[in-house]
């Protein structure tokens, strides 16, 4: 009995860490929105501010518009005023010699100066010969039938120009057949193109999916953004692609284990120094970026299970054999931080056979078979005693909460964390904390040999690791002491 409760302690505590890891995530989710949302209530004042400004420089022009116009018609009102009075005037002197006219003008001002009186050019008419007119008229016919004449023979050329001229009608054909040729060209472009979004239109999306993801992630890790943020701009490419799961468990896996081989290129290892990479600087990125992602598009055990294939193929695909020797550091990781659960871990591992054990495949099975045997024994032995004891443990249910399965679990004899003294001098939620801790209480240094378990080990085979030894190889190199803080006073 005291086993099952402790499955199902285990799985409960799981599960918290897994909704309070959700729950932060959706917290700064939220957080980064109402900063957005201020962001855009100030660009919206601004914008709101700069167009009210446009439209009053717009209203002022106009009334300056305006005010020109009122002006011009005016200045037209008058003109026409004075047109009329010098058509009046006209019509009251019709009978108006040059000599009136110039008279007129002294008193108007409307003609122009000119003195007709010593003008002889315009006053006086050459005398008209009448035959001369005639015939000077029949002339200018017999010119215009002429000049018609050629005009017409001028267009009978025109027409037919490949007669007249070789090289015009070779250079009209070598044009006509560039034109020709270009047309032709852009046809077949245009329905290749059209073949080619008809027949795999949902190809190209996930292509495009994938880039445009891989690129984001990238660039937020690079950047320093928030994983909150990273996840927004994952969800609006999720919105404008709709990609299905399988393309996006492969964008995340292509991406994150792209990640990691650059990280152990950049840092010029062997295999012993990738060991201690992953226990410390990219476990401590994985933690701040990429768990958050992970836990939000990794859910059930279906999708658990095509991450891991997706990741093994895309570390079969780059045949990195630094990242296959320490696989299991990897897995354990994802493991231990609630990325995968054990039956997801157990199906990949027994879903396809390694092959030659020289095969990066091979490697990875080999690397990751003790850890996977822990797990094998650990949840097979607690899934038996839960089934033998359904009948007789009726506390036990789907409708037990968290608190009654942590005070079975306090009220058991058995169990290790039991201790009255610093129970009763903590409150719940530290002790449900150290709880989240003591669970996690296991490191992938004690998973490094590739020995199968031995048979006479327990069925929580949880107690039986051997001690960790990381702290001595890994920590103490990188943490430093910590340094006083200098205090400064300030005298006024």
Avoid at 141 to 168: A, G, K, L
Avoid at 185 to 201: C, K, R, S, V, Y
Avoid at 365 to 391: A, G, H, L, P
Avoid at 462 to 479: F, G, I, W
Wanted: with cysteine.
């Amino acid at each position: 009995m005291s086993k099952s409760k402790q499955h199902s302690y285990h799985f409960m505590l799981r599960e918290i860490r897994r909704l309070r890891s959700e729950n932060a995530c959706l917290t700064e989710s939220v957080n980064i929105l109402r900063d957005d949302l201020r962001v855009e209530r100030d660009s919206r004042k601004i914008a709101d501010e700069c167009h009210q400004k446009f439209c009053n420089e717009a209203i002022d022009c106009q009334a300056k518009l305006e005010s020109e116009l009122v002006e011009k018609q005016e200045e037209i009102e008058a003109l026409k005023e004075e047109l009329d009075e010098v058509k009046s005037s006209s019509s009251n002197s019709s009978g108006m010699s040059y000599h009136d006219a110039a008279y007129f003008k002294k008193r108007s001002g409307f003609w122009g100066c000119h003195d007709f009186d010593s003008d002889t050019e315009y006053t006086s008419l050459p005398p008209i010969d009448p035959d001369k007119e005639t015939i000077s008229m029949e002339h200018e016919d017999d010119d215009y039938e002429e000049e018609y004449d050629d005009d017409d023979d001028d267009d009978d050329d025109d027409d037919t120009p490949i007669s007249t001229s070789p090289f015009r009608s070779f250079g009209s054909d070598l044009v006509g057949s560039i034109f020709e040729q270009g047309d032709s060209e852009d046809e077949d472009q245009d329905q290749d193109q059209d073949q080619d979004h008809g027949e795999n239109p949902s190809r190209s999306n996930d292509t495009q999916f994938e880039q445009l993801a891989s690129s984001h992630l990238r660039q937020a890790f690079v950047s320093r953004l928030t994983s909150a943020r990273a996840n927004l701009e994952l969800d609006d490419l999720m919105i404008k692609y709709d990609p299905s799961n399988t393309v996006l468990l492969r964008s995340l896996a292509n991406t994150f284990i792209s990640w990691l081989s650059e990280t152990v290129e950049q840092a010029d290892v062997d295999s012993a120094g990738t060991a201690k990479l992953i226990a410390t600087r990219i476990q401590a990125d994985f933690l701040q970026f990429w768990k958050s992602i992970l836990e939000r598009h990794i859910q059930d055990e279906a999708e658990q299970c095509q991450f891991l294939q997706e990741t093994e193929k895309t570390i079969l695909k780059a045949n990195t054999k630094l990242l296959a020797d320490n696989f299991h550091r990897l897995l354990v990781m994802l493991y231990k931080y609630d990325i995968v659960e054990g039956d997801a871990v157990t199906t990949w591992w027994h879903g396809q056979l390694g092959g030659p054990p020289e095969t990066v495949a091979a490697r990875m099975r080999n690397v990751t078979r003790k850890f996977v045997e822990w797990i094998d024994s650990s949840e097979d032995s607690n899934s038996d005693m839960s089934d033998q004891d359904t009948d007789t443990d009726p506390d036990i249910c789907d409708g037990s909460d968290c608190d009654t399965l942590i005070g079975q679990h306090f009220d058991d004899p058995d169990s290790k964390n039991s201790n009255d003294d610093n129970d009763n001098s903590k409150n719940p939620p530290e002790i449900l904390d150290n709880l989240l801790e003591q669970d996690k209480d296991y490191c992938v240094c004690q998973f490094d040999t590739t020995a199968p378990l031995p048979p006479s080990t327990p069925a929580n085979s949880r107690t039986t690791l051997p001690a960790c030894t990381c702290p001595s190889k890994y920590l103490q190199e990188d943490v430093s002491p910590s340094k006083p803080k200098k205090t400064v006073r300030i005298a006024m």
